[in-house]
């Protein structure tokens, strides 16, 4: 069904019609029936799909809209936004992925039959998937490690595992299955809550007598030895501080009412205070009668919300330490009949292309198209990356990520029985589509939260058996004030320029023993004086024990060469203690596409698990060292691999200049033979010429642009490669959309920068996926030379009548490019010249390479004395 309302730019015709920007403002300008903007800017209008595409195909410029472009297209032009919309399409994937036959009944009707049907739908399978939030290890309310959280439905509200907590998982009765019900249980040791068919009761303290409660009655208990409480059917009260009011059921509703005429039941004097917030969130089902009237009433909404975490602190404990700021909340809640109506037409394309790829690829697919499209608006960690952090975290049934973005650092865990997956976000949006996506990829147990890690974290009683984190750097509003005298700073009080060492401990607190953490980091971390304190205890306690130097390029910013630190929370101190350091710097790639991630992969890996089998490893010269922690504590504390490595064995390296001489002496010999003879005059000629859209029109060649995604693996092809002439060297964002694979004989055009440059694929290039910003021409050879092509799309007065102009850039059409009409015999002609033309400029590229590594070689060899100045 296509929506009439889903607007698209011209930069999205453009992608239809695989044209250039300035095709578009042509049609506009030159037809009088090109569709009219519908929204958007007068710089940046939009327009209605639908009439974008009757008219692209009215002028034989489109057969037909693919269906992934319509469904990106349907995404992108929401009236809530992309944002909204991901997450209304994550939803539906997942219940398509989990329960298809629901599906399909839901959306055999109506529109409005379908969005009424949704939520009940989503609420079942988003419930067991992503229901909640629940820490591990420590009571719910006091302890330093009390966990608190949420769960949906029959999740409820989880809370900690080993003491007083808010609980919903594992059989615990705190907290109800059905939609019905829905209570609070203190520790494990309290008899069992009683309660009636729709009345939740809440216990908390270590020796709570039981709690029984009428049919529609509520009762909490507090205290260390209160005595129980038992109430009738008409109201029961409320066991806090003298001045919180009582519960006041009514008949015919449940809600927590404050009411002058029910007592409260006062806990003891000196048992903990607990601060409850006046509004209880509680399960959508729990909110049945309009009489539901005070603040503290539970609300009736299609969402679910999290209890905020309550932080205890130590005895004679300043009021700064309890952690400040907003409360955590659940990262996904169900959406409405009425949010996901206007969602109906892109939620069945959706559908329509799940069935055809999966669901989990068509999630993929249009998450991917939406981070390219706003590349700088997220800090993205490469697949190849995650994939090196969470190997060497190794294999974890708990995992945790407290600034999970995306979701790419979870996705690369292992997958095991019974796994768990822990999350955390201070943006929502990437909160949700982070938990969507991690349940649609494995079948684990998904647990993520919104909220500031470092302020509110969502799980404060986790003990995880790994954690991976890509955190923000450099930040000074940290939390660096309210925190003072949080215990999670157990290796020293981070400094306000040291943000990346508070998540560094945070890490660690929320860490088993032996459990491993690794963490992405400036490398300004490793040296920086105002954190040598921390990074000296790190030392000292064997917490700290690995630091790996990435490559250039490996990850944002890509300008600077990242490090990695492994930790380990200490179940014992070494006895010599050793720190590996590993310096990848040398795979880094010439070109943009980043670095040689396979070798950066073997390298590192083969050190850390050499190191970790033996608690050090043999010097590898300008590679890898174990270093005694003694050596590293000096007045500095600096961990910077390049500074401890000794350089790479050079004793060679005057053989090494020799050889690249010689190689530099048989290119120039090569590149003299390839040298072009002396041009003959001509007259200019009189073709009679076509452009390469017509040529495409008339079926003599095949024109494809380049993708925004595709399989990690598959080399691909850049516009840098093919301006530099060199091997693909490029990467795609990981998904499922099938990429454009090269062939010989196919003829590749960059279409930014306003150079003239077209390359010809070699059977040595070819397979490799079309990166972008790159079209491809595949020409009919029974009537098209490549080499022919090629060589008319290079001409300079071609590029330039066939460019447009912007600000910043420039970008040429391909379509407009001009050509010859000549017989194939004549083509070849040409083609076999302009191919010695390539071939010379090849060995060129060659020459120019090796004489800069001969320069360099030669300075390096004469400044560290390999090589004797006569």
Same mark, same amino acid.
């Given at each position: 069904?296509?929506?009439?309302?889903?607007?698209?730019?011209?930069?999205?015709?453009?992608?239809?019609?695989?044209?250039?920007?300035?095709?578009?403002?042509?049609?506009?300008?030159?037809?009088?029936?090109?569709?009219?903007?519908?929204?958007?800017?007068?710089?940046?209008?939009?327009?209605?799909?639908?009439?974008?595409?009757?008219?692209?195909?009215?002028?034989?410029?489109?057969?037909?809209?693919?269906?992934?472009?319509?469904?990106?297209?349907?995404?992108?032009?929401?009236?809530?936004?992309?944002?909204?919309?991901?997450?209304?399409?994550?939803?539906?994937?997942?219940?398509?992925?989990?329960?298809?036959?629901?599906?399909?009944?839901?959306?055999?009707?109506?529109?409005?039959?379908?969005?009424?049907?949704?939520?009940?739908?989503?609420?079942?399978?988003?419930?067991?998937?992503?229901?909640?939030?629940?820490?591990?290890?420590?009571?719910?309310?006091?302890?330093?490690?009390?966990?608190?959280?949420?769960?949906?439905?029959?999740?409820?509200?989880?809370?900690?595992?080993?003491?007083?907590?808010?609980?919903?998982?594992?059989?615990?009765?705190?907290?109800?299955?059905?939609?019905?019900?829905?209570?609070?249980?203190?520790?494990?040791?309290?008899?069992?809550?009683?309660?009636?068919?729709?009345?939740?009761?809440?216990?908390?303290?270590?020796?709570?007598?039981? *709690?029984?409660?009428?049919?529609?009655?509520?009762?909490?208990?507090?205290?260390?030895?209160?005595?129980?409480?038992?109430?009738?059917?008409?109201?029961?009260?409320?066991?806090?501080?003298?001045?919180?009011?009582?519960?006041?059921?009514?008949?015919?509703?449940?809600?927590?009412?404050?009411?002058?005429?029910?007592?409260?039941?006062?806990?003891?004097?000196?048992?903990?205070?607990?601060?409850?917030?006046?509004?209880?969130?509680?399960?959508?089902?729990?909110?049945?009668?309009?009489?539901?009237?005070?603040?503290?009433?539970?609300?009736?909404?299609?969402?679910?919300?999290?209890?905020?975490?309550?932080?205890?602190?130590?005895?004679?404990?300043?009021?700064?330490?309890?952690?400040?700021?907003?409360?955590?909340?659940?990262?996904?809640?169900?959406?409405?009949?009425?949010?996901?109506?206007?969602?109906?037409?892109?939620?069945?394309?959706?559908?329509?292309?799940?069935?055809?790829?999966?669901?989990?690829?068509?999630?993929?697919?249009?998450?991917?198209?939406?981070?390219?499209?706003?590349?700088?608006?997220?800090?993205?960690?490469?697949?190849?990356?995650?994939?090196?952090?969470?190997?060497?975290?190794?294999?974890?049934?708990?995992?945790?990520?407290?600034?999970?973005?995306?979701?790419?650092?979870?996705?690369?865990?292992?997958?095991?029985?019974?796994?768990?997956?822990?999350?955390?976000?201070?943006?929502?949006?990437?909160?949700?589509?982070?938990?969507?996506?991690?349940?649609?990829?494995?079948?684990?147990?998904?647990?993520?939260?919104?909220?500031?890690?470092?302020?509110?974290?969502?799980?404060?009683?986790?003990?995880?058996?790994?954690?991976?984190?890509?955190?923000?750097?450099?930040?000074?509003?940290?939390?660096?004030?309210?925190?003072?005298?949080?215990?999670?700073?157990?290796?020293?009080?981070?400094?306000?320029?040291?943000?990346?060492?508070?998540?560094?401990?945070?890490?660690?607190?929320?860490?088993?023993?032996?459990?491993?953490?690794?963490?992405?980091?400036?490398?300004?971390?490793?040296?920086?004086?105002?954190?040598?304190?921390?990074?000296?205890?790190?030392?000292?306690?064997?917490?700290?024990?690995?630091?790996?130097?990435?490559?250039?390029?490996?990850?944002?910013?890509?300008?600077?060469?990242?490090?990695?630190? *492994?930790?380990?929370?200490?179940?014992?101190?070494?006895?010599?203690?050793?720190?590996?350091?590993?310096?990848?710097?040398?795979?880094?790639?010439?070109?943009?596409?980043?670095?040689?991630?396979?070798?950066?992969?073997?390298?590192?890996?083969?050190?850390?698990?050499?190191?970790?089998?033996?608690?050090?490893?043999?010097?590898?010269?300008?590679?890898?060292?174990?270093?005694?922690?003694?050596?590293?504590?000096?007045?500095?504390?600096?961990?910077?691999?390049?500074?401890?490595?000794?350089?790479?064995?050079?004793?060679?390296?005057?053989?090494?200049?020799?050889?690249?001489?010689?190689?530099?002496?048989?290119?120039?010999?090569?590149?003299?033979?390839?040298?072009?003879?002396?041009?003959?005059?001509?007259?200019?000629?009189?073709?009679?010429?076509?452009?390469?859209?017509?040529?495409?029109?008339?079926?003599?060649?095949?024109?494809?642009?380049?993708?925004?995604?595709?399989?990690?693996?598959?080399?691909?092809?850049?516009?840098?490669?093919?301006?530099?002439?060199?091997?693909?060297?490029?990467?795609?964002?990981?998904?499922?959309?099938?990429?454009?694979?090269?062939?010989?004989?196919?003829?590749?055009?960059?279409?930014?920068?306003?150079?003239?440059?077209?390359?010809?694929?070699?059977?040595?290039?070819?397979?490799?996926?079309?990166?972008?910003?790159?079209?491809?021409?595949?020409?009919?050879?029974?009537?098209?030379?490549?080499?022919?092509?090629?060589?008319?799309?290079?001409?300079?007065?071609?590029?330039?009548?066939?460019?447009?102009?912007?600000?910043?850039?420039?970008?040429?059409?391909?379509?407009?490019?001009?050509?010859?009409?000549?017989?194939?015999?004549?083509?070849?002609?040409?083609?076999?010249?302009?191919?010695?033309?390539?071939?010379?400029?090849?060995?060129?590229?060659?020459?120019?390479?090796?004489?800069?590594?001969?320069?360099?070689?030669?300075?390096?060899?004469?400044?560290?004395?390999?090589?004797?100045?006569?």
């Amino acid at each position: 069904m296509q929506d009439n309302a889903t607007e698209v730019t011209a930069a999205g015709i453009a992608r239809l019609a695989g044209v250039g920007r300035a095709a578009v403002s042509n049609w506009r300008r030159r037809h009088a029936d090109f569709p009219k903007p519908v929204g958007g800017t007068e710089t940046s209008p939009s327009f209605a799909l639908a009439e974008v595409e009757a008219w692209l195909r009215k002028q034989g410029k489109l057969a037909e809209v693919p269906l992934r472009e319509r469904v990106w297209q349907q995404l992108a032009g929401h009236p809530e936004g992309p944002l909204t919309a991901l997450v209304h399409t994550g939803c539906v994937l997942l219940l398509i992925h989990e329960r298809p036959t629901v599906w399909l009944d839901a959306s055999a009707g109506s529109d409005a039959r379908l969005a009424a049907m949704l939520p009940g739908a989503l609420e079942k399978v988003l419930t067991p998937r992503v229901g909640g939030v629940r820490g591990r290890g420590g009571g719910g309310v006091g302890g330093a490690r009390a966990g608190v959280g949420v769960g949906a439905g029959a999740g409820g509200v989880a809370g900690g595992g080993a003491g007083g907590g808010v609980n919903a998982a594992y059989g615990r009765p705190a907290v109800s299955g059905a939609f019905g019900q829905a209570g609070v249980n203190g520790p494990g040791n309290p008899p069992a809550v009683n309660t009636g068919s729709a009345s939740p009761g809440a216990n908390s303290g270590p020796e709570t007598s039981s *709690v029984n409660s009428g049919s529609v009655a509520s009762s909490v208990n507090s205290g260390a030895a209160s005595p129980g409480v038992k109430s009738g059917s008409v109201a029961s009260g409320v066991n806090s501080s003298p001045a919180v009011p009582g519960v006041d059921p009514d008949p015919t509703a449940l809600g927590v009412n404050p009411a002058p005429t029910v007592p409260a039941v006062n806990s003891s004097p000196t048992a903990p205070t607990v601060n409850t917030p006046p509004t209880v969130h509680n399960d959508p089902a729990v909110h049945n009668a309009a009489s539901v009237s005070s603040e503290s009433a539970v609300h009736n909404a299609a969402t679910v919300h999290n209890r905020p975490t309550v932080h205890s602190t130590p005895p004679d404990t300043p009021a700064t330490a309890i952690t400040a700021g907003s409360p955590p909340t659940p990262a996904l809640t169900p959406p409405t009949g009425p949010q996901l109506l206007p969602s109906a037409p892109l939620l069945r394309g959706a559908a329509e292309l799940a069935a055809e790829i999966g669901a989990r690829q068509t999630f993929e697919f249009l998450l991917g198209r939406h981070l390219d499209a706003n590349p700088r608006q997220y800090t993205l960690t490469p697949a190849e990356l995650a994939g090196l952090m969470a190997d060497l975290a190794g294999p974890a049934r708990t995992v945790l990520d407290p600034a999970c973005g995306t979701g790419a650092l979870l996705r690369a865990v292992d997958p095991r029985p019974g796994q768990e997956l822990y999350a955390q976000d201070n943006a929502p949006e990437l909160a949700a589509l982070s938990a969507l996506r991690l349940a649609l990829h494995s079948r684990a147990t998904v647990r993520a939260a919104v909220g500031d890690t470092l302020r509110a974290d969502a799980h404060p009683g986790l003990l995880a058996d790994a954690v991976l984190c890509h955190p923000p750097f450099n930040e000074r509003n940290w939390g660096h004030d309210e925190l003072a005298y949080d215990p999670r700073w157990e290796y020293g009080f981070p400094a306000r320029t040291e943000s990346e060492l508070a998540w560094v401990q945070h890490a660690l607190a929320r860490l088993t023993d032996g459990g491993t953490a690794v963490l992405l980091m400036p490398p300004a971390a490793a040296s920086r004086r105002s954190g040598r304190r921390i990074r000296a205890d790190l030392l000292r306690r064997g917490a700290l024990r690995a630091v790996v130097a990435l490559p250039v390029g490996a990850a944002p910013p890509y300008n600077i060469p990242l490090h990695l630190w *492994v930790l380990r929370r200490p179940d014992r101190t070494p006895a010599a203690p050793e720190v590996l350091l590993v310096d990848t710097g040398r795979f880094a790639g010439e070109a943009r596409g980043g670095p040689d991630w396979e070798a950066v992969r073997e390298a590192v890996l083969d050190a850390w698990r050499a190191f970790a089998r033996e608690g050090r490893l043999a010097e590898r010269p300008g590679l890898a060292r174990s270093v005694p922690v003694i050596e590293l504590l000096d007045d500095d504390v600096d961990l910077a691999p390049a500074r401890h490595l000794p350089p790479a064995a050079v004793a060679d390296g005057a053989e090494q200049l020799t050889q690249v001489r010689e190689r530099l002496g048989e290119t120039l010999r090569l590149t003299a033979d390839l040298t072009p003879p002396p041009a003959d005059p001509a007259p200019p000629a009189r073709w009679p010429l076509t452009t390469v859209g017509e040529l495409a029109r008339g079926g003599a060649l095949v024109m494809r642009t380049g993708g925004n995604g595709g399989h990690a693996r598959v080399p691909v092809l850049t516009d840098h490669d093919v301006l530099a002439g060199t091997a693909p060297s490029g990467t795609l964002p990981e998904s499922e959309e099938e990429a454009v694979l090269t062939e010989p004989g196919d003829v590749v055009v960059p279409v930014l920068g306003g150079g003239a440059m077209a390359r010809v694929i070699d059977g040595a290039t070819g397979g490799a996926a079309l990166g972008r910003n790159l079209v491809l021409l595949r020409p009919d050879r029974t009537a098209l030379d490549p080499w022919f092509l090629a060589g008319f799309l290079r001409g300079t007065a071609n590029n330039r009548q066939a460019s447009s102009y912007a600000s910043t850039a420039t970008r040429l059409d391909v379509r407009r490019l001009h050509l010859p009409r000549l017989p194939l015999e004549e083509q070849l002609r040409y083609g076999a010249r302009f191919r010695a033309l390539d071939e010379f400029e090849r060995a060129l590229r060659h020459a120019s390479r090796l004489g800069e590594q001969l320069v360099r070689g030669m300075y390096d060899g004469l400044t560290d004395g390999t090589v004797a100045p006569d």
